[in-house]
């Protein structure tokens, strides 16, 4: 079994950082995608940041420039550091993988539990 887990969620004043950090275990072969998405209170799930096992980022508009992701493909982790932390950015984070599991097997994505990130005074 592969189980994701976060952490690094809390509350932060406007303007302040938090850093988001996902650990991935289990059945591992490879993990060729990594990524953060967010849900608040009454929308969908939406993109935030991913990185692929090459080190190419996507992110979305909204986190451009305010926020980094990076990964340790040694320690199969993911990190989201995140600067100048808005009340909009108040929501609950989710670490994503795609896994594989063997060698040429398929890729299956999996989720963790997700952590609160709440920007307020």
């Known amino acids: 079994q592969v189980q994701l887990v976060e952490s690094g969620g809390g509350l932060v004043q406007p303007g302040g950082s938090l850093r988001l950090s996902c650990a991935a275990s289990?059945?591992?072969?490879?993990?060729?995608?990594m990524g953060w998405y967010r849900q608040a209170p009454g929308k969908q799930r939406e993109l935030v940041a991913t990185?692929?096992?090459?080190?190419?980022?996507n992110y979305a508009d909204f986190v451009k420039v305010r926020f980094t992701i990076s990964r340790d493909n040694a320690k199969d982790t993911v990190t989201l550091q995140m600067n100048s932390l808005k009340p909009e950015d108040t929501a609950v984070y989710y670490c994503?993988?795609?896994?594989?599991?063997?060698?040429?097997?398929?890729?299956?994505?999996?989720w963790g539990q997700g952590t609160q990130v709440t920007v307020s005074t």
């Open positions: 289990g059945s591992i072969f490879s993990i060729p995608l």
């Open positions: 990185i692929t096992s090459g080190g190419n980022t």
């Open positions: 994503s993988a795609n896994i594989r599991t063997r060698d040429y097997g398929p890729e299956y994505r999996y």
